[in-house]
């Protein structure tokens, strides 16, 4: 998978009206439990135009301009309206499911249900990164894991990544046992001194 932009945006325009769409936490959190990914994105493989009008207007940055951009569909033939939205609405939705981290095994286990999924991102904006509730809706679910790991990140360069040290060369290694008995010797025989 590829990293997407961290301002992922998608235009739609048609006559004069423009709409900007964002894959963001809330839009993702809403389409899937109205819809079940499967059923969403078997609605967007059949061009459904109920769900595809919920989509624009759920991952719309202005509403205002997503009923503006639907009513300048209206009455137009299917076959136009396809052309100016399906392809942009396909990768907006696959937008919705974040990226993995490059090279990243599969997690084990049973795979989440993308209800938890998506509770778990608002948790971790809310929580680890200190992100105002509005800042955790609006960022998209690939900006919170990013944003997650670069805190990680942060941490282990701070406060160490939990791996056990390498060995470091310690000078007392070299030191046999008889110097240091010869070196204790030492200390009692001046402790001693330094009594009477």
């Not at 299917?78 to 997690?107: M, Q, W, Y």
């Not at 060369?169 to 001693?192: C, F, I, N």
Request: net charge negative; charged share 20%; proline share 7%.
């Amino acid at each position: 998978m590829t990293f997407r932009l961290a301002h992922d945006e998608f235009t739609l325009e048609h006559g004069g009206n423009t709409v900007i769409l964002r894959p963001s936490l809330r839009a993702a959190s809403y389409l899937e439990a109205r819809y079940g990914f499967e059923t969403l994105f078997r609605h967007v493989d059949e061009f459904n135009l109920t769900t595809i009008r919920e989509i624009i207007l759920a991952a719309s940055q202005t509403r205002q301009d997503a009923v503006a951009f639907l009513l300048c569909l209206a009455g137009k033939p299917l076959s136009l309206i396809h052309n100016v939205v399906a392809a942009t609405v396909a990768d907006l939705c696959r937008a919705f499911i974040p990226t993995a981290e490059p090279n990243s095994e599969p997690a084990p286990g049973k795979p989440m249900p993308w209800p938890d999924v998506y509770r778990e991102l608002y948790r971790t904006a809310t929580g680890w990164l200190h992100w105002t509730p509005a800042e955790a809706w609006a960022a998209t679910p690939t900006e919170i894991n990013e944003a997650f790991a670069g805190r990680i990140a942060m941490l282990k360069a701070i406060h160490g990544n939990g791996e056990p040290d390498k060995p470091v060369h310690d000078p007392r290694a070299e030191v046999s046992e008889t110097d240091v008995r010869t070196g204790l010797a030492q200390l009692r025989a001046s402790a001693k001194r330094g009594s009477q």
